[in-house]
């Protein structure tokens, strides 16, 4: 199991900035895709970034242009650099871990962080 810790979140007005930050319990080596979720109140989880072990990204269509999920491999944390946010990227972020075996496809994900933008 993989252990995630996020952290950055907090109250920006609409066309700031903020980094948030997923701290992760074992080398990024390891892990075969690192991402970036957000679930909206009264919405469902969805995928916002993410990056393979390959260094691939791909990013939903609202956030493209603004959005950037890095890593830093000698710290074992993924990045996710938000500018010019806007009040409907309000959500809880979540960082998500997927490690594929032979056998299995396990997530693990962190806690979430609140990211509140106001207009």
């Known amino acids: 199991q993989v252990q995630l810790v996020e952290s950055g979140g907090g109250l920006v007005q609409a066309g700031g900035s903020l980094r948030l930050s997923c701290t992760v319990s074992r080398s990024l080596f390891s892990i075969n895709a690192m991402g970036w979720y957000r679930q909206a109140p009264g919405k469902q989880r969805e995928l916002v970034a993410i990056?393979?072990?390959?260094?691939?990204?791909n990013y939903v269509d609202s956030v493209k242009g603004r959005f950037t999920i890095s890593r830093d491999n000698a710290k074992n944390t993924v990045y996710l650099q938000m500018n010019s946010v806007k009040p409907e990227d309000t959500a809880v972020y979540y960082c998500?871990?997927?490690?594929?075996?032979?056998?299995?496809?396990?997530?693990?994900w962190g806690q979430g962080t609140q990211v509140t933008v106001s207009s």
């Open positions: 998500n871990a997927r490690v594929v075996s032979t056998t299995a496809i396990t997530n693990s």
């Open positions: 990056m393979t072990s390959g260094n691939r990204t």
